[in-house]
């Protein structure tokens, strides 16, 4: 190892140049001493910023950190007023024991077949024109007008993703209850005015089936279906449920006047003749009666005798 030689600055007072003085060489032992007493110095540190010591990901400080987004929460969606109506079963075995006239239990019978050729020729009249609200109603009492509503009901509610709704409007005698045999309260007049809740009300007894019970009859019936609050409560029905198909249990045309105060809430009306007791002039009245205010959807005939079709079309 060569010898390191160091040269100390010396200039006189008055000297006009510098003058160099010689110091004596430092030896290897001495250059080892030196380095020892190097290392044991405490420089001072000296901190560069991250960007010129080129370190890319280095922590930012605490006041540039960018503080996350808070996350929405977003809420569950609520489920459809169709799916939230009470569940009422209709109980099979009672009405078999008790040999009920309705369609879901005798499907071979010709008037269970006359039902479904109803309910598609119904449907094809539906869709064609956009409508879904019927009312079924009869020129005299004891035509079987409760009967009529409730087999097409049944039939429509069979037609799979759709979604029948068949309400009790017949405040006189009410019998939709009986004819299904369900023992549920049903206060159709606190729904029609705004005091009872739809939910409250309807019932499901049936995926693709509400009904709408009343409990006990109402002398006050065709001014309740005159009132206002009734289109409004009807038609928002219409709205939430999405139904396919609203169809009304109606008073008979020539005794009440019923029926004529709901006209503006319906698109069409089926009358319901029975062949035992209904006449030619009774249908004649009831279609004047109608003519200008809705349509005349066409005739059920009931108790017919030797036919096989139980639908006269329009």
Known sequence: MKDFVTAKLDTPAGAASPQWKEEPAMTQQGFKKFRRRRGNRQDPVVEAAPEVLGFADAPAQADDVVQPEPIAQVPAPLPEPWEILRRVPIGVREHQLACSPLVNFFRDDPAAKAFDLLRTRLLHTLKANGWKRVAIAAPTSGAGTTFTAVNLALSLARVPHSRTILMDL?????????????????????????????????????????????????????????????????EDMIDRTKADVVIYDLPPVLEYDDLTAFLPQVDGVLLVSDGTQTTAEHLAACEKMLAGHTQLLGVVLNRARHAENAYLGR
């Open 170 to 234: 017949n405040h006189r005698h009410p019998g939709l209850a009986t004819a299904l045999k369900l023992d549920q309260p049903g206060d159709m007049a606190g729904f029609l005015t705004g005091e009872v809740s739809m939910e409250e009300h309807l019932i499901r007894p049936a995926e693709t089936l509400a009904l709408g019970l009343t409990e006990a009859p109402d002398r006050n019936a065709a001014e309740i279906l005159h009132d206002s609050q009734c289109a409004d409560t009807l």
